[in-house]
């Protein structure tokens, strides 16, 4: 048997810690001596818990220590992104969301004072909502759904979102705006239990993101009839979906990116570290491209200025889109953009 000395076991304990799932973590200039909290603000099984719960192992095990992801959903997200902001600032405490939602929650009046340089912003994939209908429903095509929105009993047509300001929501405020029709929303927890939900028949239509619908898509529950895209989105065991685009030329589309967010103010050493394990682990996870290929996301990591200046044309896009659609409460000018110049100023 081997036996090791003390003298060895300081020198591994000062340079590697064990993480919950048994990996050794690498000596990053912070070492967090207990667990961190992931709040995502939405229901389980939706788009934001699920790649945060595959994110988080990776960087668990560089970390060596547990991180806990919390659903505390409410108000479109703003419930739990509210209580990260007024966490302390001491790196323990983080959040999970679409960067769009957190960089204009000021705009619709959900999160008062708030903007895109309040976090440090790590994406890790990029989303697109796709239009939907339970199997046994009338509609084959999105050209028939289309033309059934804009009759005279359109706006009997419900439609299952996670919110007004979630992606699926925001989807449906397009469609509804570009092809100047009336709709009613169901809303739910979660991308996850809308989708659901809608499979079961309690919605008519769901326009919440590919991830969240791409298992009841291949086992038969959902009917996908466009991707708000101007590509055809391919999707595991799925013939491909076309692009809204055939319909609705110039619908304006922007990529909707994912990540994890730590709220500015934390100390330099914790953004130092999660920047370093972002770009050598997370940017490099097979688990996590695998997610994105097998969901129908786009594996797009990317962390602080890179990420942010990714991010800004779908802030701009929903902050403006906002704004022309009725659903502002402050203009968007608060938090530094132009929508008649169409740029962040």
């Known amino acids: 048997m081997r036996f090791l000395t003390k003298a060895t076991l300081a020198v591994a304990a000062s340079g590697l810690a064990l993480s919950a799932t048994?990996?050794?973590?690498?000596?990053?200039?912070?070492?967090?001596?207990?667990p961190i909290n992931i709040i995502v603000p939405w229901g389980a099984g939706g788009s934001t818990d699920q790649v945060t719960r595959v994110t988080a192992p990776?960087?668990?095990?560089?970390?060596?220590?547990?991180?806990?992801?919390v659903n505390q959903p409410g108000a479109s997200g703003a419930?739990?992104?509210?209580?990260?902001?007024?966490?302390?600032?001491?790196?323990?405490?983080?959040?999970?969301?679409?960067?769009?939602?957190?960089?204009?929650?000021?705009?619709?009046?959900?999160?008062?004072?708030?903007?895109?340089?309040?976090?440090?912003?790590?994406?890790?994939?990029?989303?697109v909502p796709v239009v939907s209908v339970p199997a046994d429903s009338e509609f084959e095509d999105f050209g028939a759904l289309l033309e059934?929105?804009?009759?005279?009993?359109?706006?009997?047509?419900?439609?299952?979102?996670?919110?007004?300001?979630?992606?699926?929501?925001?989807?449906?405020?397009?469609?509804?705006?570009?092809?100047?029709?009336?709709?009613?929303?169901?809303?739910?927890?979660?991308?996850?239990?809308?989708?659901?939900?809608?499979?079961?028949?309690?919605?008519?239509?769901?326009?919440?993101?590919?991830?969240?619908?791409?298992?009841?898509?291949?086992?038969?529950?959902?009917?996908?009839?466009?991707?708000?895209?101007?590509?055809?989105?391919?999707?595991?065991?799925v013939d491909p979906i076309p692009p809204i685009t055939e319909w609705m030329p110039d619908f304006p589309l922007a990529p909707d990116y994912f990540g994890i967010f730590i709220p500015q103010g934390v100390p330099d050493e914790v953004v130092e570290t999660v920047?370093?394990?972002?770009?050598?682990?997370v940017a490099t996870s097979e688990s996590l491209m695998t997610y994105a290929e097998t969901n129908g996301a786009v594996?797009?990591?990317?962390?602080?200025?890179?990420?942010?200046?990714?991010?800004?044309?779908?802030?701009i896009m929903e902050a403006c889109a906002a704004e022309g659609r009725g659903l502002q409460v402050n203009d968007p000018e608060t938090i530094g953009i132009d929508c008649e110049a169409g740029a962040e100023m």
């Open 148 to 237: 059934a929105f804009q009759s005279e009993n359109g706006s009997a047509i419900t439609v299952g979102t996670a919110g007004v300001t979630s992606s699926g929501g925001m989807a449906i405020a397009g469609i509804g705006h570009e092809g100047d029709f009336e709709y009613r929303m169901i809303t739910y927890d979660g991308g996850g239990p809308a989708a659901i939900a809608t499979a079961g028949g309690e919605a008519m239509v769901t326009t919440q993101l590919a991830v969240e619908q791409a298992e009841l898509i291949r086992g038969g529950r959902l009917r996908p009839l466009a991707v708000l895209s101007d590509q055809p989105l391919t999707l595991e065991g």
């Open 58 to 69: 990776i960087l668990a095990d560089q970390l060596g220590t547990e991180i806990v992801v």
């Open 22 to 34: 048994g990996v050794l973590a690498q000596d990053y200039s912070w070492q967090p001596d207990r």
């Open 299 to 315: 594996f797009a990591p990317s962390y602080g200025e890179e990420a942010r200046e990714l991010a800004m044309p779908v802030v």
């Open 79 to 127: 419930v739990g992104t509210q209580e990260v902001l007024n966490a302390p600032k001491d790196g323990y405490t983080w959040t999970a969301n679409a960067i769009a939602n957190n960089a204009t929650y000021t705009v619709t009046g959900l999160v008062p004072d708030t903007n895109i340089d309040d976090w440090n912003i790590y994406l890790s994939v990029a989303n």
């Open 275 to 281: 920047n370093q394990i972002w770009e050598e682990h």
